[in-house]
């Protein structure tokens, strides 16, 4: 019985043995692994060409900023024709560039005949030196607005006038003065012209308004050039002249400028310095608030302006506006740490959040933000 009882025991125990066995030397199975999803490929970038045109003021710093721009973005290309603000405002209007450019901002009547609404961003600040060629003379030259308005409409015209002489205190030669002014429709035109009216009554009377104009308001006096490069050129080849261009042209050409009397008693020359403080005194700039013309304090250059970009709110082409942003967004960041070599002065922070905040307000062509 007990042999029995043991054999069926072991009779119990076999499978299990058994089954312990075949567990033991049971092949591995190899982990799966599941391969990682492939990460997606970055969207291709298009090449973009943006075209422009206008202020010539604005061509010294606009080119060497662009061209940056172009070596870090390598498939952007901007091309801009400096062919004065009138031609800026015109080709907006007939949607013939990508985006324009005026010292003057568009005003309602220029609007109105846009093909849709447009924004105007500030992108640069410069001035307007009263520049002249006298052998002999490289600086002390000084000039209120009484004076100038003499010399500009043809009252004074000789430069060893005694009026110039008191002011100045410098001994000037016997030589005619030469008067250049732009003969095109300019915004350094009207920055001149609403100098002389602010502070020279005399000027007022001749011209017969308070409205600054962007057509030179004196005719049949003076010789008029077109563009700033050509009153510049002028400048240069002719003895005894003076005239009106954006300091950048007059510190590329190395000109004489005069000391203007600003409106808290001193003469200042132009420099990157006295601009800058002009627009300092800029808290509510606006295309229809743009003035910075004769602002106070002692180191103001009294002659200073911003220069307006024109950009068609809603693009037609998506990537065209997201490049448009793109670019401008460095024009008024990055682009304005070269300002001041260049003879204009970097934008005050409060104007680069209201130039980044307008172009926020760029739109694809269904009036949707544009991507960001």
């Given amino acids: 019985m007990l042999k029995r ?5 072991l009779a119990l ?4 043995a058994g089954g312990a066995c075949a567990s033991a030397q049971a092949p591995k ?9 492939p990460k997606p490929k970055p969207k291709p970038v298009p090449s973009v060409t943006l075209n422009g045109a206008g202020a010539s003021s604005i061509e010294p710093f606009f080119s060497p900023v662009f061209y940056a721009y172009h070596q870090a973005h390598r498939k952007v290309t901007v091309n801009y024709d400096p062919a004065g603000s009138s031609v800026g405002i015109s080709d907006i209007q007939q949607g013939t560039v990508n985006f324009g450019d005026s010292e003057i901002p568009m005003q309602p009547k220029d609007l109105a005949l846009a093909k849709g609404p447009v924004l105007q961003v500030p992108v640069d600040l410069g001035g307007i030196a009263i520049s002249y060629n006298i052998p002999g003379v ?3 030259l000084k000039l209120d607005g009484p004076t100038l308005a003499l010399i500009l409409d043809g009252t004074i ?25 732009r003969a095109d429709s300019a915004g350094p035109t009207w920055d001149v ?14 011209i017969g308004t308070k409205n600054p104009s962007k057509t030179w308001p004196i005719t049949g006096y003076g010789l008029g050039e077109q563009l700033n490069s050509g009153v510049a050129t002028y400048i240069a080849q002719t003895v005894g002249s003076i005239g009106y261009v954006e300091y950048g042209y007059a510190l590329k050409a190395g000109f004489t400028n005069a000391a203007i009397l600003n409106s808290s008693g001193a003469y200042v020359a132009p420099s990157a310095a006295g601009i800058g403080s002009a627009g300092s005194y800029a808290q509510n700039l606006s295309p ?49 740490t070269t300002a001041a070599s260049l003879g204009y002065a970097p934008l005050p922070a409060n ?8 172009l926020k307000q760029l739109e694809t062509s269904t009036g949707k933000p544009l991507p960001s």
């Avoid at 009882?5 to 025991?9: D, H, P």
């Avoid at 125990?13 to 299990?16: F, G, T």
């Avoid at 199975?29 to 999803?37: G, L």
């Fill in 13 to 16: 125990l076999v499978p299990i």
């Fill in 138 to 140: 490289p600086t002390g």
């Fill in 288 to 336: 229809s608030n743009f003035s910075i013309i004769n602002e106070p304090g002692a180191a103001t250059y009294p002659i200073a302006n911003f220069s307006w970009t024109l950009l068609y709110q809603k693009q037609s082409n998506t990537a065209t506006g997201e490049a448009l942003q793109a670019l401008f967004n460095y024009v008024v960041t990055t682009g304005q």
């Fill in 29 to 37: 199975v190899a982990a799966v692994h599941k391969k990682p999803k």
């Fill in 351 to 358: 104007v680069v959040s209201i130039s980044q905040a307008t």
């Fill in 193 to 206: 012209d609403d100098f002389l009216i602010q502070t020279a009554p005399s000027w007022v009377q001749i």
């Fill in 157 to 181: 015209e000789n430069w060893d006038s005694p009026i110039i002489a008191a002011e100045s205190g410098v001994n000037l030669p016997n030589m005619p003065i030469v008067v250049v002014h």
């Fill in 5 to 9: 009882a043991t054999a069926v025991a």
